[in-house]
């Protein structure tokens, strides 16, 4: 623990988050280090930060690195606080490499973006129907995963099994082959290798079959949470519960805290980056960042209507004319999608 004499007035609040221990630094009006101090990550600990960072004087801003994860709890009790919570993100490397890796820096670092303008994200609200479509979303990520880990360990121990249980499942299809397998009936000597494939691939026909059903109770749950969270998002074309999840979820509880269309399609990684230089000028490149499973989400959308929507089918044939890639033309497709489904989140009169 550091610490300055203690002033008043404004000041501003950086917090480094982590598993058991949450460090929080205080910076004055013109940036000078007020204070820095760790905290336990339990209730009570959250509390005595609070109280502690009140006692140097107004706060006009707390940033918080980790306000997904580690810092969740703490961003929750400082909104209820009546504190104005702005996301951090973590410290510039080659700033990181120039002072040194320490709890205390990387808290005081977090006020300084703040202060200076560098942070300014709303962290997502995580306090309503938004939070438990995620929370869900997890889980039926997870099983989806499972499934497809399953059945490629499947296909994998198929290839390499005796003869005769590889041609007794020979040119069966996947779903075949999962019914198949989850009926086999392996002899009492595990010993024997014959055996000891069957009874693997079995249990593994079986997982299979059991992620299954907890996938459909999932998507059963889901449905109705997504509908009624955003029924004008639904109700667009090709856009079914899952990357309407997904989109919910990317704009999270809070959608007040994208003040643009512009600044949703930076959130998905839709917004093309600028990347002229010298005499090269009016040139993008692709932008890799934002929310992956949000982009997902919207170029799964745009490959159905390329498919099914008279719309988008014109739309292709016209910039394929024009000189435009199929990459290229389904860039820009998510662009306008992103600009439609922004639209549909954030315009009561959709």
Same mark, same amino acid.
């Given at each position: 623990?550091?610490?300055?004499?203690?002033?008043?007035?404004?000041?501003?609040?950086?917090?480094?988050?982590?598993?058991?221990?949450?460090? $929080?630094?205080?910076?004055?009006?013109?940036g000078?280090?007020?204070?820095?101090?760790?905290?336990? %990550?339990?209730?009570? !600990?959250n509390a005595?930060?609070?109280?502690?960072?009140?006692?140097?004087?107004?706060?006009?801003?707390?940033g918080?690195?980790?306000?997904g994860?580690?810092?969740?709890?703490l %961003?929750?009790?400082?909104?209820? $606080?009546?504190?104005?919570?702005?996301?951090?993100?973590?410290?510039?490397?080659?700033?990181r490499?120039?002072?040194?890796?320490?709890?205390?820096l990387?808290?005081?670092?977090?006020?300084?973006?703040?202060? =200076? !303008?560098?942070a300014?994200t709303?962290?997502?609200?995580?306090?309503g129907q938004?939070?438990?479509?995620?929370?869900?979303r997890?889980?039926?990520?997870?099983?989806?995963t499972?499934r497809?880990?399953?059945?490629?360990?499947?296909?994998?121990?198929?290839? =390499?099994?005796?003869?005769?249980?590889?041609?007794?499942?020979?040119?069966? /299809? /996947?779903?075949?082959?999962?019914?198949?397998?989850?009926? *086999?009936?392996?002899?009492d000597?595990?010993?024997d290798?014959?055996?000891? %494939?069957?009874?693997?691939?079995?249990?593994? !026909?079986?997982?299979?079959q059991?992620?299954t059903?907890? *996938?459909?109770?999932?998507?059963?749950?889901l449905?109705?949470?997504?509908?009624a969270?955003?029924?004008?998002?639904?109700?667009?074309?090709?856009?079914?519960?899952?990357t309407?999840?997904?989109?919910?979820?990317?704009?999270?509880?809070n959608?007040?805290?994208?003040?643009?269309?512009s =600044?949703?399609a930076?959130?998905?990684?839709?917004?093309?980056?600028?990347?002229? =230089?010298?005499?090269t000028?009016?040139?993008?490149?692709?932008?890799?960042?934002?929310?992956?499973?949000?982009?997902?989400?919207?170029?799964?959308?745009?490959?159905?209507?390329?498919?099914?929507d008279q719309? %988008?089918?014109?739309?292709? $044939?016209?910039?394929?004319?024009?000189?435009? /890639?199929?990459?290229?033309?389904?860039?820009?497709?998510k662009?306008?999608?992103?600009r439609?489904?922004?639209?549909?989140?954030?315009d009561?009169?959709t």
């Amino acid at each position: 623990m550091t610490t300055i004499a203690v002033r008043t007035g404004a000041v501003t609040v950086g917090v480094d988050t982590h598993k058991d221990i949450h460090v $929080a630094a205080v910076l004055d009006e013109v940036g000078r280090l007020l204070g820095s101090c760790g905290f336990p %990550t339990d209730p009570a !600990g959250n509390a005595a930060l609070i109280g502690w960072v009140e006692q140097h004087g107004s706060i006009t801003r707390v940033g918080v690195e980790g306000t997904g994860s580690y810092g969740a709890q703490l %961003t929750r009790d400082l909104q209820r $606080a009546g504190h104005h919570v702005i996301e951090v993100d973590r410290p510039d490397r080659k700033a990181r490499r120039l002072r040194g890796k320490d709890d205390h820096l990387d808290a005081e670092a977090a006020a300084r973006a703040v202060l =200076s !303008g560098r942070a300014t994200t709303v962290p997502k609200a995580r306090d309503g129907q938004i939070e438990a479509i995620r929370a869900l979303r997890v889980a039926r990520r997870s099983c989806v995963t499972g499934r497809t880990v399953a059945m490629n360990q499947l296909k994998a121990l198929l290839v =390499s099994a005796p003869r005769d249980l590889r041609e007794q499942l020979r040119g069966l /299809s /996947s779903t075949q082959l999962i019914k198949t397998a989850a009926r *086999l009936r392996p002899g009492d000597d595990l010993a024997d290798p014959l055996n000891g %494939t069957k009874y693997a691939m079995r249990e593994i !026909g079986l997982r299979h079959q059991f992620l299954t059903e907890q *996938l459909k109770r999932l998507d059963a749950t889901l449905r109705p949470l997504v509908a009624a969270a955003a029924p004008a998002l639904v109700a667009r074309f090709a856009v079914g519960t899952d990357t309407a999840g997904a989109l919910l979820v990317a704009l999270g509880d809070n959608p007040g805290r994208l003040t643009s269309e512009s =600044s949703f399609a930076h959130l998905c990684g839709v917004a093309p980056l600028p990347a002229s =230089s010298g005499k090269t000028s009016g040139r993008y490149r692709l932008n890799r960042g934002g929310d992956r499973r949000a982009n997902n989400a919207l170029w799964r959308i745009v490959l159905v209507r390329m498919g099914t929507d008279q719309r %988008t089918k014109d739309y292709v $044939a016209r910039r394929t004319t024009q000189g435009k /890639s199929k990459p290229e033309i389904m860039r820009c497709l998510k662009r306008y999608v992103a600009r439609e489904i922004y639209a549909a989140l954030t315009d009561p009169r959709t």
